[in-house]
């Protein structure tokens, strides 16, 4: 199983996915294929397009990263996390035995 949390508030948006989904042993995993897919397009976009400062660090079965994004670019940033969280949602709720999605902590932007 995939386990994502995420955390917006602030202008700091953070995102940690650990574990394999295990849709399929064979080498064919489309359940991962898609989180990984959702996961690097949000952060390139956060880095190319809402000009984050921050950092990201992916490896075998894990995803991560933090970052900062001005005021004048938050709106974007806002509505780029929002729509990567909810494909993520998207994908938890045709396979919830795949992927669990959660935020961590509090913050005041993420609806």
């Known amino acids: 199983m995939t386990e994502i949390t995420y955390t917006m508030e602030n202008g700091r948006y953070t995102l940690e996915a650990k574990g394999h989904a295990g849709y399929d042993k064979h080498g064919h995993d489309i359940i991962c294929a898609a989180i990984s897919a959702l996961l690097q397009m949000g952060w390139a976009g956060m880095e190319r397009e809402c000009y984050a400062k921050g950092e990201q660090k992916q490896e075998e079965g894990y995803f991560w990263f933090d970052c900062?994004?001005?005021?004048?670019?938050?709106?974007?940033?806002?509505?780029l996390m929002k729509a990567v969280i909810e494909g993520l949602k998207l994908i938890e709720e045709g396979a919830p035995e795949y992927l669990k999605v959660q935020q961590k902590g509090g913050g005041g932007n993420q609806n």
Do not use: G, I, M, W
Not at 69 to 78: F, G, I, Q
């Open 68 to 79: 900062v994004v001005s005021d004048e670019n938050r709106k974007e940033a806002d509505t």
